[in-house]
Nanobody
Framework: VQLQASGGGLVQAGGSLRLSCAAS????????VGWFRQAPGKEREFVAV????????YYADSVKGRFTISRDNGKKTVYLQMNSLKPEDTAVYYC?????????????????WGQGTLVTVSS
């Protein structure tokens, strides 16, 4: 499975962005897909995940109520709608697919990673 993340950019605090994660190869609906982010000098952290079957979703507390993850299995794409952005959301955002449909927050269980897209939120 190959993943390509896109949609990052520069936005003012309070603004919105939508990230996309396009997949190729594999049976897309068999994979849970997560979004993670890494800010400068910090470890990569979980943001959101959507299951491969049924589409169960989970969010980090820091983004709950502001971010929404969704998927279109026909287009092999997962989206992360980010609203009410804050400067602390600034990071490189990565999408990743786990080798199974069950959603997981553990980044060690993700086998396939996209290249990352930079989100910068100015104050």
């Amino acid at each position: 499975v190959q993943l390509q993340a896109s949609g990052g950019g520069l936005v003012q605090a309070g603004g919105s962005l939508r990230l996309s994660c396009a997949a190729s190869g594999g049976t897309f609906s068999n994979y849970a897909v997560g979004w993670f982010r890494q800010a400068p000098g910090k470890e990569r952290e979980f943001v959101a995940v959507i299951g491969g079957i049924g589409g169960s979703t989970y969010y980090a507390d820091s983004v709950k109520g502001r971010f929404t993850i969704s998927r279109d299995n026909g287009k092999k794409t997962v989206y992360l709608q980010m609203n009410s952005l804050k400067p602390e959301d600034t990071a490189v955002y990565y999408c990743a697919a786990s080798n199974g449909p069950s959603p997981t927050l553990d980044l060690r269980k993700y086998d396939y990673w996209g290249q990352g897209t930079l989100v910068t939120v100015s104050s």
